[in-house]
């Protein structure tokens, strides 16, 4: 069997060598709408619950409006357009709407990338800012909340009269889904907040995970944190295969975002009847498979299918290499999984702490096998797993340890597969 595997800019092709009973799990996709623009623009102006955008705009004087950064495939440049226009025709300027890359602790987005996001049109036409984590002088703290995390915001959002959010919805490593909250925390949140939000308390939590928000500690505390915010309006689009849109969720954030997860999980949930013994995932390819911090993305989604002990292969380029500096630096110290668990318990949280945290927790339960050309030499025996020096060899290997007929789940598109098994 070949299969092309989400790999980088390009895609993968492989052979899986003859043996396991290789199981294909491909995205359960929901049909895409007829017309994404008319779409967009009827969830805007009959939003799921709230009143239309133009209807809240008017009156305000200002409008921030929080994006993804170019990890995320948001589909910005079809969203944003009839947003604007709506927040024009209320009365709100150009100048007086500032579009916040919602960066969390991630780099900045360049020039470049910044037209791939928004579009170069909007990307040159309206005040545009890189959130940094790191400056504490932008953020405005706002308080505490419900489970003591302090609450520090970009004050562009705070201070702009009305806030909205743009995103999509998928399963999520630790927050369980992904859009709305998450653009506000951690996406324009100060590094304090962040660090606690991704503390042990919510990494171990086994709530926190994909698919789970009731219940999920981390949830509720980003819900709490949004509406600390100020959070007005969100737009959540649900994609489908080729990244087209499927569906639209606009307006009050909470029953927006709810009713978008539940059609997710109705439309999109690939059930299996029992765990199978290995899984062949990857991270999704570019943006998401840039480094192999996003990489960690694969291995936690796939857990929830293969038995303890199995063996879990990501296929992920990492053309940037590990990621980030702290990130990189806590890789290149870790001596095991079991050590570093134990130890980041007992010390104050550390910045990118969290994904490695759940690598961790990952590799104490399964066997964790990479072909990650893009990653240094220099990690490779940091990363609490096996590494291929190519794809073929890491299949060989696969199918040799499995054995004939062994169910072994191959995920071309990694955690875009909503995968359960039945209980």
Same mark, same amino acid.
């Given at each position: 069997?070949?299969?092309?595997?989400?790999?980088?800019?390009?895609?993968?092709? @492989?052979?899986?060598?003859?043996?396991?009973?290789?199981?294909?799990?491909?995205? =359960?996709?929901?049909?895409?709408?007829?017309?994404?623009?008319?779409?967009?623009?009827?969830?805007?102006?009959?939003?799921?619950?709230?009143?239309?955008?133009?209807?809240?705009?008017?009156?305000?004087?200002?409008?921030?409006? @929080?994006?993804?950064?170019?990890?995320?495939? @948001?589909?910005?440049?079809?969203?944003?357009? #009839?947003?604007?226009?709506?927040?024009?025709? %209320?009365?709100?300027?150009?100048? $007086? /709407?500032?579009?916040?890359?919602?960066?969390?602790?991630?780099?900045?987005?360049?020039?470049?990338?910044?037209?791939?996001?928004?579009?170069?049109?909007?990307?040159?036409?309206?005040?545009?800012?890189?959130?940094?984590?790191?400056?504490?002088?932008?953020?405005?703290?706002?308080?505490?909340?419900?489970?003591?995390?302090?609450?520090? /915001?970009?004050?562009?959002?705070?201070?702009?009269?009305?806030? /909205?959010?743009?995103?999509?919805?998928?399963?999520?490593?630790?927050?369980?889904?992904?859009?709305?909250? !998450?653009?506000?925390?951690?996406?324009?949140?100060?590094?304090?907040?962040? $660090?606690?939000?991704?503390?042990?308390?919510?990494?171990?939590?086994?709530?926190?995970?994909?698919?789970?928000?009731e219940g999920n500690p981390l949830h509720q505390e980003l819900?709490?944190?949004?509406?600390?915010?100020?959070?007005?309006?969100?737009?959540?689009?649900?994609?489908?295969?080729?990244?087209?849109?499927?569906?639209?969720?606009?307006?009050?954030? $909470?029953?927006?975002?709810?009713?978008?997860?539940?059609?997710? =999980?109705?439309?999109?949930? %690939?059930?299996?009847?029992?765990?199978?013994?290995?899984?062949?995932?990857?991270?999704?390819?570019?943006?998401?498979?840039?480094?192999?911090?996003? %990489?960690? !993305?694969?291995?936690?989604?796939?857990?929830?299918?293969?038995?303890?002990?199995?063996?879990?292969?990501?296929?992920?380029?990492?053309?940037?290499?590990?990621?980030?500096?702290?990130?990189?630096?806590?890789?290149?110290?870790?001596?095991?999984?079991?050590?570093?668990?134990?130890? /980041? @318990?007992?010390? #104050?949280?550390?910045?990118?702490?969290?994904?490695?945290? !759940?690598?961790?927790?990952?590799?104490?339960?399964? $066997?964790?096998?990479?072909?990650?050309?893009?990653?240094?030499?220099?990690?490779?025996? !940091?990363?609490?797993?096996?590494?291929?020096?190519?794809?073929?060899?890491?299949?060989?290997?696969?199918?040799?340890?499995?054995?004939?007929?062994?169910?072994?789940?191959?995920?071309?598109?990694?955690?875009?597969?909503?995968? =359960?098994?039945?209980?």
């Open positions: 069997m070949r299969v092309h595997f989400a790999f980088g800019k390009s895609g993968l092709e @492989a052979e899986l060598p003859p043996g396991p009973a290789w199981q294909l799990l491909k995205p =359960r996709y929901a049909a895409p709408v007829e017309d994404e623009p008319a779409a967009i623009e009827a969830a805007l102006d009959s939003p799921v619950a709230g009143p239309p955008l133009v209807g809240l705009a008017r009156g305000r004087r200002s409008a921030a409006i @929080a994006v993804c950064d170019i990890t995320r495939p @948001a589909p910005n440049r079809l969203t944003l357009p #009839p947003l604007l226009e709506r927040l024009h025709r %209320a009365g709100i300027p150009r100048e $007086r /709407i500032t579009l916040l890359i919602a960066t969390g602790l991630h780099r900045p987005a360049t020039p470049a990338e910044l037209d791939e996001i928004l579009g170069p049109e909007i990307a040159a036409s309206y005040p545009l800012v890189n959130h940094n984590a790191r400056r504490q002088e932008d953020h405005v703290f706002l308080g505490t909340a419900s489970r003591g995390t302090p609450v520090w /915001i970009d004050r562009r959002y705070v201070e702009a009269d009305l806030h /909205i959010t743009l995103g999509f919805i998928e399963q999520h490593l630790m927050a369980g889904f992904s859009g709305a909250r !998450k653009l506000i925390a951690p996406g324009l949140a100060g590094q304090e907040t962040i $660090r606690h939000l991704h503390s042990p308390r919510f990494m171990r939590d086994r709530r926190a995970v994909e698919g789970s928000i819900l709490e944190i949004a509406q600390m915010a100020g959070h007005d309006f969100i737009v959540d689009v649900v994609l489908g295969q080729a990244r087209r849109i499927c569906a639209v969720f606009a307006g009050s954030p $909470r029953e927006a975002h709810a009713a978008g997860v539940a059609f997710v =999980r109705d439309k999109t949930t %690939a059930w299996l009847p029992e765990p199978v013994e290995a899984a062949v995932t990857t991270a999704a390819g570019y943006p998401l498979d840039l480094t192999f911090y996003q %990489a960690v !993305k694969g291995v936690t989604a796939a857990t929830h299918i293969v038995r303890p002990g199995g063996v879990i292969l990501v296929l992920a380029a990492c053309d940037e290499g590990a990621g980030a500096a702290e990130f990189s630096r806590l890789l290149m110290e870790s001596v095991s999984a079991e050590t570093f668990l134990r130890e /980041i @318990a007992e010390k #104050p949280v550390t910045i990118d702490q969290w994904q490695l945290e !759940k690598l961790a927790l990952a590799a104490s339960s399964h $066997r964790l096998w990479f072909y990650t050309p893009g990653l240094p030499q220099e990690y490779h025996p !940091k990363v609490w797993g096996r590494i291929f020096p190519t794809a073929a060899q890491a299949l060989e290997a696969l199918a040799a340890e499995t054995g004939a007929g062994s169910p072994v789940a191959v995920i071309p598109e990694g955690p875009y597969v909503f995968a =359960r098994v039945r209980e």
